[in-house]
């Protein structure tokens, strides 16, 4: 197969003002055709990507450290990947699973059972995106369960449908105005150690006593906690604190859900970041990376919870697309035989100690965190907590004008996140470092 794209460098390049004028034309053009509520974080277009690299209409080589908001963890274009869609393509597109089934279905369903946490029998659901596993996750808790109750915690993102919005943390720019929302929806305080000081065991003890007094464990189908929070600012929680949420739900026959939509599938270097704080869910949640922009979403989790649901209580039209699920399956094999997971860690290694550094010369840089390719740094008022919110924007746009890609995130908008492909190379890593120190250097 010939890939057009197989001829990108691997080199920031500038080649016109960012952006330049084929992409400052399509952004009119745009302004007459798109929804204005289709946000635009930068007013560029994209011609090709391959690996680590967006080569954008006028040539300009963009070093892409948000991954299409950690889709693209694999690289962009990967050649194995798109090839395994590509021939799915060539054989046929859609058949409907739930009519007519295809063995890839199967096959990525089978190595989901094999990946997630846990070594118990595993069944697993294919969909379109996260907000719908999420909500999936939810249904198929709530026919186990026979209770209504959803429990979530403050600072969590879960998506932009009617259910996922009642379950967000953060109104602006997610839910305001899109109500009435979802009721039986439970907010409870998290894990913030840089903000509350608390010890895992404290937080813990805080959001199950909240979730007790508010909702009642009896009544509560499920918990479903970002393991590190995503839109949050990747929050890692303290110690201690997920796994003693996890054991409150397995003593309270709640469903304990992991929404690892952008926290799963090599991000931090293990399939599962659930992995790292020793958690087993009951049902966990797949996207993004899964299908390395093919778009494909999972709920995999305990066979007796996932066929609790009556025949033709689960599915969709589009869910476990053919094309899409060939890509995921041969992202799984990628996986093994290019010890991914590996680079992940690497790339974690690399940009985490990199950003360390930098710390130590900017007081600004408040905590340097994160786990594998999934780290972030927050900025806060020297010597206190108090978070600066104008940084982060003046990082951005000074990084995009020089050819660098870098996404926000954060309650308060301090958090300035990296969600590199698991194939950037060092010197991308520390070039990118470099760019954002001459860019707290010059505010
Ligand atoms: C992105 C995200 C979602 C929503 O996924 P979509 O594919 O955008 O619907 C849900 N949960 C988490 C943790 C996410 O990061």
């Known amino acids: 197969m010939n890939s057009v794209a197989t001829d990108v460098t691997q080199e920031r390049l500038v080649v016109t003002e960012i952006p330049g004028p084929k992409s400052l034309a399509l952004h009119e053009r745009r302004k007459n055709a798109v929804s204005a509520g289709v946000g635009a974080t930068f007013p560029v277009y994209i011609e090709r990507a391959k690996g680590a690299i967006l080569v954008d209409v006028d040539g300009n080589h963009i070093v892409d450290l948000g991954g299409g908001i950690g889709v693209n963890t694999i690289g962009h274009s990967d050649d194995a990947v798109v090839e395994a869609a590509f021939e799915q393509a060539q054989r046929f597109t859609h058949t409907l699973f739930t009519v007519t089934g295809y063995e890839s279905y199967v096959r990525l369903c089978e190595l989901l059972a094999q990946h997630t946490p846990g070594t118990f029998a595993k069944k697993s659901v294919l969909l379109n995106s996260g907000a719908e596993a999420v909500e999936n996750a939810v249904k198929i808790a709530r026919k186990f369960t026979g209770r209504p109750g959803v429990a979530v915690i403050d600072h969590g993102y879960h998506g932009r449908t ?171 094999e990628e996986i093994e035989k290019r010890d991914l997971l590996g680079e992940a860690q690497r790339v974690g290694r690399v940009l985490g100690g990199a950003l360390r550094e930098l710390q130590k010369k900017h007081n600004v840089i408040g905590e340097v965190r994160g ?29 995009m004008k020089k050819g660098l890609l870098l996404l926000s995130a954060g309650t308060y908008g301090n958090v300035l996140r990296f969600l590199p492909a698991v194939v950037t190379s060092d010197e991308l890593l520390l070039d990118a470092v470099a760019i954002i120190d001459e860019a707290l250097s010059a505010r």
């Open 162 to 332: 009617n259910l996922t919005m009642s379950m967000n943390f953060k109104a602006m720019p997610y839910n305001l105005g899109f109500g009435p929302f979802a009721g039986d929806v439970h907010h409870a305080p998290n894990s913030y150690p840089l903000h509350d000081k608390l010890s895992g065991a404290e937080a813990a003890a805080r959001t199950i006593s909240w979730l007790d007094k508010r909702a009642g464990a009896t009544d509560l189908a499920c918990l479903v906690v970002e393991p590190i929070q995503g839109e949050g600012g990747f929050i890692v929680p303290a110690d201690g604190y997920l796994p003693a949420l996890q054991k409150w739900c397995n003593d309270n026959g709640i469903v304990y859900v992991s929404d690892e939509v952008q926290s799963g599938i090599m991000r931090t270097g293990a399939y599962y970041a659930s992995e790292h704080f020793g958690l087993v869910p009951d049902l966990v949640t797949t996207a993004k990376g899964v299908g390395g922009g093919f778009v494909i979403a999972a709920v995999t989790g305990r066979a007796e919870i996932m066929d609790a649901s009556h025949v033709g209580g689960l599915g969709g039209t589009f869910g476990g697309n053919p094309m899409s699920a060939a890509a995921a399956v041969q992202i799984f």
């Open 371 to 399: 786990i594998g390719a999934m780290q972030a740094i927050e900025f806060t008022e020297p010597g206190t907590d108090t978070p600066i919110s104008d940084i982060v924007p003046f990082i951005s746009a000074y990084a």
